[in-house]
């Protein structure tokens, strides 16, 4: 059974920093694409990063670009989103994601984590 857990969210201010991490399980974690999800209130669900199977291909959303940064540990099964110059728009709940196959620009992925808020006071 595959498991994904995120940690790291919370509260922080504008201009601050926060480290998400995602923990994988029951999963060929070098088989996926790994993706971070964000969803405000009352928002679609957008993809915020996504990188692939050995780190050498990243996507990022224009809202982070130069701000957010992706990362995997594949000894560990982990997968990082740095997050710095928060601003109040990023406030969300951000999910982790495992995609099959090649990094896409879509959110078909087969496996999501339960999500972990992050709230950026201004």
């Known amino acids: 059974q595959v498991h994904m857990v995120e940690s790291g969210g919370g509260l922080v201010q504008a201009g601050g920093s926060l480290r998400l991490s995602c923990a994988a399980s029951?999963?060929?974690?070098?088989?996926?694409?790994m993706g971070w999800f964000r969803q405000a209130p009352g928002k679609k669900r957008e993809l915020v990063a996504a990188?692939?199977?050995?780190?050498?291909?990243?996507y990022y959303a224009d809202s982070v670009k130069g701000r957010f940064s992706i990362s995997r540990d594949n000894a560990k099964n982990t997968l990082y989103l740095q997050m710095n110059s928060l601003k109040p728009e990023d406030t969300a709940v951000y999910y982790c994601a495992a995609r099959w196959g090649d990094l896409a620009v879509s959110d078909a992925y087969n496996y999501w984590g339960q999500g972990t808020q992050v709230t950026v006071s201004s």
């Open positions: 990188i692939n199977w050995n780190g050498g291909r990243t």
């Open positions: 029951g999963l060929a974690f070098t088989s996926y694409t």
